[in-house]
Structures are given as C-alpha cells and as structure tokens.
C-alpha cells in the first residue's frame, strides 16, 4: 500500500492510537495519527491537519449541511481566503461574485479560516443575507448575498439523468409482488438504450444494493451522495441478482462501475 501527502514522526504511536490527534510542543495540532511502521520503532504516520481542513471545508458548506442554497467554494491561499468557484445562477452569482475574489469580511468579521466561514454560513436562515466584502483585481467590492432553501433533490431523478437508469425504491410489498426476497435498495424498472449502464450490462429486475460503497437505506441520502457527482466521475454500485429455474430461486451479488453523465 501506497501513502502521499502524510507526515512522518518519531511522536509514539501505540496500536489503538490511529485517528488520534498528533500535537507539537506548542499544543498546536499538527496531524491524525494513521499508522505505525511495524518494521521500525518509533515511526509513524499521520495526515496533515492542513489536509483534515481542507476535507471539512468541502464537508461543511451550507449546501451539505444546512440545506441552504449560497454557491460559491472557496481555498486558503497564501494566508487569505479565495473563492474558487462560484455556481451560474445561484445566489452568489446572481449577484456578479467571481471566482478568485479575494474574501476580506463577510458580515463585518473578518475571517482567516474557512472552517469558521463556512460555520457563519451554516448558521443563516433561508432569505437571510450575507453581506461578502471582497477584492477583485486591487478594488474593494460588497455583496449582499441572499441565501435560499436548497431545492430537495430527488435519488431517483438523478439516479436517470446521471446513470440513464429507472428505479424505484424496494418494499416488502413490492418484493412479494415479484416473488423475491426483501432487500434494501433501488429495483431498476428501466435501463435507457446507449446508456452506460445499458453498455455494462444493467437490465430491469436487478436491485441496485449499495452506491459508492454505502448500502442505499435512505434515499435522502443517496440524493446527497449523488449530488456530489461530477459528469466523469465513477462510481461502483452493487448489484442483487435472482433468477427464478422453475421452482428454483438463484440467488448472486455482483458489481459495475458507472461513469456519472
């Protein structure tokens, strides 16, 4: 197995350690410890915190946490917060805010960490403004930013225009309709022709069990997951199969990876 981007220390880390936080002499956090050489006493290895910032950051937006709709990202660069993307017709480009602005204050604070922008974001209210003070190119700009309610994506929508696949959700009435067991997951209805999933094989009657490698139990929570996807991304499903042979019931799990339209 191959790491990158980890720091390496000679700071004890006893099994049972990973996960936990490795600190400089000054108390500051510096890591998360993540494994041991066992072949070496006395090394380990640990993620960055810069790098767990980072994670966080894309984790803690208003749209993933809030259900607020503000459309904009933004990266720590050089010791000031950047934006970095701002999404066509939401409420941050509606109102002409540009990638590479530079962040001076948002509601008059002034702000050196994304994790805490993002957290005075999470905490607004739908048709609550956020007034963002900016530099584009040397020039000070002000934008009074109304945050919206995020539409509520549907799984099953995004599942056809992403996928090219009809699916509708598992019940126990509908398993005893088809005269299978009753499993979690998605039973595809439909498979749209030249559709990646037709090329892999997909056809109606397969239960599509887990997306990305989580068990599809909710579908609020795969509308996230696939909210996330980019046109070109990949993304492994696993499959339930049945065939019926006379009074014979086959029963098999297989998987296919998907490119996201």
Do not use: C
């Amino acid at each position: 197995m191959q790491f990158n981007d980890i720091l390496q220390t000679d700071a004890s880390i006893n099994p049972g350690n990973s996960g936990g936080p490795l600190i400089n002499t000054r108390g500051e956090l510096v890591g998360i410890n993540m494994a041991i050489l066992s072949q070496a006493q006395g090394i380990g290895f640990a993620i960055p915190a810069k790098r767990v910032a980072a994670m966080l950051a894309n984790w803690l937006t208003p749209e993933k946490r809030a259900r607020l709709w503000f459309g904009a990202t933004f990266a720590r660069e050089a010791g000031k917060i950047v934006v970095v993307e701002v999404q066509p017709g939401s409420p941050a480009g509606r109102v002409g805010l540009q990638a590479r602005d530079v962040v001076v204050k948002l509601d008059g604070q002034q702000f050196t960490d994304i994790l805490r922008l993002q957290r005075h974001l999470i905490h607004k209210k739908a048709a609550e403004s956020a007034k963002l003070e900016v530099v584009r190119a040397g020039k000070p700009l002000s934008f009074d930013i109304q945050m919206a309610a995020l539409p509520k994506a549907s799984a099953t929508d995004l599942m056809r225009t992403k996928f090219g696949l009809q699916v509708q959700e598992m019940s126990a009435d509908l398993a005893e309709a088809l005269g299978i067991p009753a499993v979690p997951g998605l039973l595809i209805a439909e498979v749209e022709k030249e559709s990646a999933a037709a090329a892999a094989g997909l056809r109606r009657g397969l239960v599509i069990t887990h997306v990305a490698g989580e068990e599809v139990q909710s579908l609020d929570r795969l509308a996230e997951q696939l909210m996330d996807l980019k046109s070109g991304n990949n993304v492994t499903m696993a499959l339930y199969i049945v065939q019926r042979r006379g009074n014979l019931l086959l029963q098999q799990t297989a998987s296919v990876t998907l490119k996201a339209r």
